[in-house]
């Protein structure tokens, strides 16, 4: 190979690692966590910046002909750290675009805006960073041992580059193979529910914005250190849109779909185009066509193979782990180490009287609409507490005000001696209040196990310092945690899809799986929004059954259903909805007897 071909491998080298670092911090973002993050592209010029202003001599050194914020000298590899620590810095006041108010679109479009500001302030207002015409001569690290100009010393820069690429990755495996990867990827597939599950999107949210960023700031820095120059120019907002169209294409969700992309995309894509003769057409014809190739090349994917090259794997989490016991079962003991699995009761045992839950005077609003309309009711510890009423009077309003799902505009709600009217859901959902929704809620993009086990309150892998500890840390609970599945899936059934994707099931299969998640949860009180449509009446029996003896072991549940025959069988009492207010509550014989609720529900 010529000197000339190698120097080219050097930098391709070096140009992949940059990319590929880049992308796997976006791939975390947005197909691990699903924060489509718009504005990705300023973390790497905000790392690129500071580790050029950290490397370069004080800005009077060189004659004074470019102006920048301190120019400190450090050598290598402090201004890599520093563009690292740069890159999460940034990132962090834009968790307030992706918080609790601002979601999806509207938090993606914050963040594309806030790219092309910054992208104008910082070319248009040269005190800042010097305007359009950017840093240059910024040096390259170790430059005064190493002469950059070798073929040597480029080598060395993209091997430095390779490593630190592999080191990110598994460092972001670590953490999507977690317990903690597991919520993430449930919050991507429903934030809602996982909410209602008590998962903090704020706090998860932020952390990946900010692991992200770091990313991006790291691969800025490496980028800098090797073109000497920073250019805002080169950093406007549609090079975000290069990273994204490599992950869509690489394969969503997944770090190898991330690096495959990058090698594609960015590296492959642009390169290949290179070797068009610029002969063929008016000059700026070629790039400007890349940037349709690529427009084009994300929406086929995306209609036509949206997992991309390589899709997100499908985790046999439960397979790995019943090989992992047997495995354990065979070399020690009879006993296995985990034989202590079976749920305990949650709460105290059926400490009957006394309500666990009451409220007074809730009301709920849509505009015009009061759907939840001054209600008081208090829920008897260990029973089994049935909701009806017409469509539309108020009872899933009801049972999300409960959950902090929706706000109430008036009244209180205590639960367990606390007023948690004003605390958010998941805090809720901590304190031992979960709720199902009426809708389909499980996560589909997880499998049934995962389902199950996402729910599994305070894990020890459930936190981003957990997840970072390792498995050995915690891959004790997550063993016990499911074996509980197991012995619930077998008596639901569902036993041999545990290692499918809920999505694939059928409808009654679905409600099964999130009534089980809602009993992984161990709720002190558990609120069923019509649990059994959709589900085969036998079916129905054994669920009524099985919530019979939670309530036995002390959880409550207050169950909302239409199918009469069951609230008859077991729900005690019974309180009747209608326009948003309590219209009566007692056993069925009772309300049978009552000609008002006859009227409004029985009958009609
Ligand atoms: P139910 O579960 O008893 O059938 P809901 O609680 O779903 O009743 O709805 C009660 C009322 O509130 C209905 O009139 C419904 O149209 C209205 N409603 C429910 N959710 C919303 C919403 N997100 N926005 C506006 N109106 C709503
Ligand atoms: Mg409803």
Known sequence: ???????????????????????????????????????????????????????????????????????????????????????????????????????????????????????????????????????????????????????????????????????????????????????????????????????????????????????????????????????????????????FAAIIIGGTGNHKGAILGAILVPVGFEEATRFIPSSLGPPGMIPALQWVAIGLLIVGFLWFRPQ??????????????????????????????????????????????????????????????????????????????????????????????????????????????????????YLRARLGLVRTFQLASEFKRLTVVENLLSAVPAQSGDTLRGALRGRRYWEHDELEAIEEARDLMDHFGLLEYADSYAGNLSGGQRRLVEIMRAIMAKPKLLLLDEPMAGIHPTLARTIGRHLQTLCAQGMTILLVEHELGFMDEFCDPVIVLAEGRVLAEGTMGELRGQSEVVEAYLVG
């Open 308 to 425: 991309g090259i390589i899709p997100e794997p499908r985790r046999r989490i439960f397979a790995r782990a019943q090989a992992r016991l047997a495995h354990a079962r065979g070399d020690q003991s009879p006993q296995a180490t985990l034989a202590t699995a079976a749920s305990p009761p949650s709460g105290s045992p059926a400490a009957s009287g006394g309500a666990i839950l009451s409220t007074e005077g809730v009301v709920v609003s849509f505009s015009d609409v009061r759907a939840v309309d001054g209600v008081s009711i208090s829920v008897g510890r260990g029973r089994l507490t049935g909701l009806i009423g017409p469509n539309g009077a108020g009872k899933s309003t009801l049972l999300a005000a409960l959950a902090g799902t929706v706000p109430i505009a008036e009244g209180r709600i205590i639960f367990d001696g606390q007023d948690v009217s004003r605390v958010p859901a």
């Open 1 to 243: 190979m010529s000197q000339a071909t190698l120097f080219y491998l050097a930098n391709l080298l070096i140009y992949g690692a940059v990319d590929v670092i880049a992308c796997l911090g976006l791939s975390m973002q947005f197909g691990v966590a699903g924060i489509s993050n718009f504005g990705y592209i300023i973390f790497q010029s905000a790392g690129a910046y500071t580790a050029a202003v950290l490397s370069l001599p004080h800005d009077t050194a060189n004659g004074g002909f470019q102006s920048y914020i301190g120019g400190f000298g450090l050598p290598f590899p402090i201004p890599l750290l520093g563009a690292t620590v740069v890159g999460g810095l940034v990132a962090l006041p834009f968790a307030i675009l992706v918080g609790r108010r601002l979601t999806g679109h509207v938090a993606a479009i914050g963040l594309l805006v806030t790219a092309v500001m910054a992208n104008l302030l910082v070319t248009n207002f040269v005190p800042l960073f010097n305007g359009a015409a950017g840093l240059s001569v910024v040096p390259q690290p170790l430059q005064n041992l190493l002469n950059p100009q070798t073929q040597t010393y480029q080598w060395i820069y993209g091997a430095v580059g390779a490593v630190i690429a592999v080191l990110v990755y598994l460092l972001f495996r670590r953490i999507t193979e977690s317990p903690y990867g597991r919520s993430m990827r449930a919050m991507r597939d429903n934030s809602v529910v996982a909410n209602a599950l008590g998962k903090d999107l704020l706090s998860m949210r932020t952390a990946m914005l900010v692991l992200g960023g770091m990313a991006a700031g790291l691969s800025g820095g490496i980028l800098v250190g090797f073109i000497t120059l920073w250019d805002p120019g080169a950093w406007g907002y549609a090079e975000t849109i290069v990273l």
